[in-house]
Every structure is written in structure tokens, then in C-alpha cells.
């Protein structure tokens, strides 16, 4: 079946260099994505969304990045720092038409940010 | 801390138990969901509320069985579960499911079932 799944399982980075995080997702009628950051013992916590109708959406430090034509999905984080250390994921909506939102999960990118 | 609130956050349960996880949220979302998390693994969803109705659910086990009293609690009774159903149970909220908006999660219940 169709998936969203990340290309890199675990990242490393320096503290201070920027991350980048991506995902490929496979079903082309996908029109919301999400990228969440989970840290060890809490639930998924929102970063920044970004719906099909636009290509770039910039946060706080973050960046994604949606390109629709090879089904591409990244999350820039500039300048790393130790609390950004978690494991992220991509997530898009699945459902289709009024009342079918179903957000599925990728398999999820662990950060390490080394001091 | 997170406005979504589920409890308790660890239940250890035997499989003739019977036993409920709740989750309460005030932002005056009218849906909410139910994840389930097994370690190093991405959410599954389980469950949709919409307006306190089921509209959503996502082939689960009968052992699992959601309640949505009103707008603002969400529940899961479990009866019978196996060992296999140990893993993080996440609750989520959100505006509402016409339209994209995102989740909002709790921290979770980390159940084990021995």
C-alpha cells in the first residue's frame, strides 16, 4: 500500500550547522503534510504544516520544503542546537473529502545534535 | 506542557483486566483521535471522533473500545488484551476533521500488559 516513508534513518550534526530531514511520500493525492518532533517519553509535538498548494513554508528556525513532482517532503532546522535533538517525523493526510482527515506517520528520523 | 491530557501515564495491566485510558482536552476541538505506538515505530492511528461521533476505525481488535462522553473527554476501555498491545496509546485533538488542521497530542499512556 501507499506510505510515507523518510530516506535516513538516524542524522547526526554539529551543534550550530543546520539539519536537514527528508521524507518521500507515495500517494500523490496527499494534500496536507505535517512535521512533528517527538522527544524521548512525550507525544508528537507540531513543528509547522504546509498544504499542497504551496512548495515552501518557513517557521522559527524551520524550513519545509514540498515538492510535489518527485514527491518530496524536507524539514530544515538552521542552526541545530542541543534541544532539537529528537526523533522526527513526516506525516500526511491521508483521507479524502470532508470529515476522512486520517494523518499517517513516516517511519520517523532520529536527530543527534553533538555539542 | 502539552494542552492535551491523558491519564494515567503508565498502566500495567493483566489480560483478564479490565481497565480505561482517558484523555480530556479544552481547546474546543471537535475531533479526537487515538494513536497507538510501539517502540521505534511511527504512530498508528486507531480511532476518529468527529462532533463525538466514531467516523473512523481503523480495523482495531473489539478489545479496544473508545467512548467520547462529550466534546472535551475521549476514553479507551480495554478488556482482554494480549502482551502485543503493550505501547504507547496517544490521544490527539484537533479543530475539527473538515478541513487540515493539525493535531494536537498528549504525552501518552505507556501500557504493558503482562
Known amino acids: 500500500g501507499e506510505s510515507v516513508g523518510l530516506h535516513l534513518p538516524t542524522l547526526s550534526v554539529q551543534e550550530g550547522d543546520n539539519s536537514i530531514i527528508n521524507c518521500a511520500y507515495s500517494?500523490?493525492?496527499?494534500?496536507?503534510f505535517i512535521w512533528y518532533k517527538q522527544e524521548s517519553g512525550k507525544g508528537p509535538q507540531f513543528i509547522i504544516d504546509?498544504?499542497?498548494?504551496?512548495d515552501k513554508r518557513q517557521g522559527q528556525r524551520v524550513t519545509v520544503l514540498l515538492n510535489k513532482t518527485v514527491k518530496h517532503l524536507s524539514l530544515q532546522i538552521a542552526a541545530t542546537q542541543p534541544g532539537d535533538s529528537a526523533v522526527y517525523f513526516c506525516a500526511e493526510n491521508m483521507g479524502s473529502g470532508a470529515g476522512s482527515y486520517q494523518l499517517t506517520f513516516g517511519k520517523g528520523t532520529k536527530l543527534s545534535v553533538i555539542p | 506542557d502539552t494542552e492535551v491530557t491523558q491519564t494515567p501515564k503508565h498502566l500495567v495491566m493483566g489480560m483478564t483486566n479490565k481497565k480505561s485510558l482517558k484523555c480530556e482536552q479544552h481547546m474546543g476541538h471537535r475531533a479526537m483521535y487515538w494513536y497507538k505506538q510501539k517502540a521505534k515505530k511511527p504512530p498508528e492511528l486507531m480511532f476518529v471522533?468527529?462532533?463525538?461521533?466514531?467516523?473512523i476505525n481503523e480495523s482495531v481488535p473489539s478489545r479496544f473500545s473508545p467512548e467520547c462522553p462529550n466534546s472535551s473527554l475521549l476514553n479507551l476501555h480495554l478488556h482482554a488484551l494480549q502482551p502485543e498491545d503493550s505501547a504507547l496509546y496517544l490521544c490527539a485533538s484537533s479543530q475539527d476533521t473538515s478541513y487540515n488542521s493539525p493535531l494536537h497530542f498528549g504525552n501518552g499512556t505507556r501500557l504493558t500488559v503482562t
Open positions: 504546509i498544504r499542497s498548494n504551496m
Open positions: 500517494n500523490s493525492a496527499s494534500d496536507y
Open positions: 471522533y468527529s462532533y463525538e461521533k466514531l467516523s
